[in-house]
């Protein structure tokens, strides 16, 4: 079936340490994006991707950074710099960058920094 | 700028309607989204709304009026697997990247 794969499900980080999220999508979509969420919050954007090989800031990229290597994957990494890295991490795909149609999530990454 | 605004939190009774309302500031517009979203999952689409009126799909309905900046969400016949957090979404004008809204949390009870 087709649809958007994260792993893992649930991570556990020590403090200073680097993590990386994967995100793979087998809908042969162009555009995938990076969202950020806690308790009582709306989704906030980290990255987005319209094409390979090209990335854009969101709205909070600080402490994190992605790769676009492949079409199909857009992993993210949460680097030590990011001052509270404890969310539920969401990626998304849509058909094409500048369309207006809806975006397919994963079952996100839940990420606890102990 | 971007500022939606929705509810917190509601609750409703199984089998009643409930409409989740949705007020947003933008430069500009490109459609408003709905989502819903259970507890732990991923968000799933239920609606895009670009042009002014009712659009009805099954039990779910959305409401648009770009002129009042305002949408809304309404739910017949409420189940109690409807209990989740309904997003509502609004790409800033020039984006086609949807802002989200905080969410709002329909509590189903029998």
């Known amino acids: 079936d087709g649809g958007i794969t994260q792993s893992p499900k649930y991570l556990f980080r020590k403090e200073g340490q680097n993590v990386t999220l994967s995100c793979e999508q087998n809908?042969?979509?162009?555009?995938m994006y990076w969202y950020r969420q806690d308790p009582g919050q709306g989704l906030r954007l980290i990255y987005y991707s319209q094409i390979v090989n090209d990335f854009q800031k969101g709205d909070i990229a600080e402490g994190y950074s992605v790769s676009r290597e492949k079409k199909e994957s857009f992993p993210l990494t949460v680097t030590s710099a990011q001052k509270n890295p404890t969310a539920f991490y969401l990626c998304a795909s849509s058909p094409q960058a500048g369309g207006t149609g809806e975006l397919f999530f994963g079952e996100g990454s839940r990420l606890t920094v102990l | 700028g971007q500022n939606i605004d929705q509810p917190t939190e509601m609750t409703a009774t199984e089998g009643a309607i409930v409409q989740i309302n949705c007020t947003y500031q933008t430069s500009g517009f490109n459609g408003l989204f709905w989502y819903q979203q259970h507890a732990g999952e991923a968000p799933t689409f239920l609606s895009y709304?670009?042009?002014?009126g009712l659009e009805e799909k099954g039990r779910f309905s959305s409401f648009l009026s770009r002129s009042k900046g305002y949408s809304y969400l309404l739910l017949k016949e409420l189940q109690m697997k409807d209990s989740a957090s309904y997003l509502c979404?609004?790409?800033?004008?020039?984006?086609?990247?949807?802002?989200f809204g905080r969410g709002t949390s329909l509590i189903v009870h029998p």
């Open positions: 979404a609004v790409p800033p004008g020039g984006s086609y990247i949807p802002t």
């Open positions: 709304n670009v042009l002014d």
């Open positions: 809908l042969n979509h162009d555009a």
